[in-house]
């Protein structure tokens, strides 16, 4: 049995558009590598931190905490240090907590000869998650762990739903080097909402879901709107509505706010139109003032991968 174990946790998008704190799906070009090792002393040890500066105490980092509700739960007779390799910003809206909760569990599950399932590592990495959205949910943990898109049925009990992935999709990503805070951007947002402003929005995640099941393109394109959370959200980002109109007149299916911002996301039929919006929304940001970095990447159907 393996004592030590090199993951790569990719980087994810929640909300898809019009499913707010239940949709997500996995990137594959983007991403954390963590280190996950057994030790014969007990506990759980963070040792090296690379990338962005993060806490070490492990009470204190996502990885840690979710380490720790896992290890708490299960009681195994040895430790486990983690390294993490931080390529996520934190604060991207691209799941950069969510990677290192889910890639932690992940580690030490293998390590542990797989005791839990997918569910049940999704659980413990809420925990994690926690500490930095301030509550546990798992738009960002499912399709980490999942792969793919999932649709978050229930949180409590925890209900993750496996969706297809129609083959053409890829995502396109632009991250304004500007930092939202998830607590911020979920202030902003209104405690009621219009009652055809919530019917338009059911719909729209009924047909997004059916668009995956069918590879119905079109109807993909139809569904990727958010008339609840977007109007105010986007606010927080700049130059938001002027990516979006360049995004679809270069053929995108649809743009919107990954997770709670400033990513901004996209999905297009086919890699040549993914790589023609991202030459689309790099003219719009290279005339502003705001440092940025984007990304083409296709769906990863497997979640978090194990790395020779």
Known sequence: MKNEIKIFSPATVANVACGFDVL???LDTIGDEMVIRKTEKKGIKITKIEGYDLPFEAEKNVAGVS???MYNALQPDCGFEIEIYKKIKPGS??????ASAAGSVFGMNVLLDYPLNKTQLTNFAMKGEALASKCEHADNLAPAI???????????????????TPSDVFAT????QIEIKTSESRAILPKDIPLSNAITQWANVGSLVHAL???????????????VIEPYRKQLIPHFDA????????????????????????????DATAQNVEKAIR???????????????KINTEGIKILK
């Open 173 to 176: 990503l632009i991250h304004p």
């Open 93 to 98: 809206g691209i799941g950069s907590s969510s």
């Open 24 to 26: 997500g799906f996995c």
């Open 67 to 69: 380490a720790l509700a």
């Open 146 to 164: 999942f792969g793919g898109f999932t649709l978050v049925k229930s949180a409590c009990p925890l209900h993750v739903l496996e969706l297809p």
């Open 243 to 270: 990516i979006k109109k360049a995004s679809l007149q270069a053929g995108a299916l649809g743009c919107a706010i990954s997770g709670s911002g400033p990513s901004i996301f996209m999905l297009s039929k086919g």
């Open 213 to 227: 099941h069918t590879s119905d393109y079109k109807l993909l394109k139809d569904s990727l709107n958010d008339v």
């Open 283 to 297: 003219d719009v940001y290279a005339k502003t003032d705001i440092a940025f970095e984007t990304y083409v990447s």
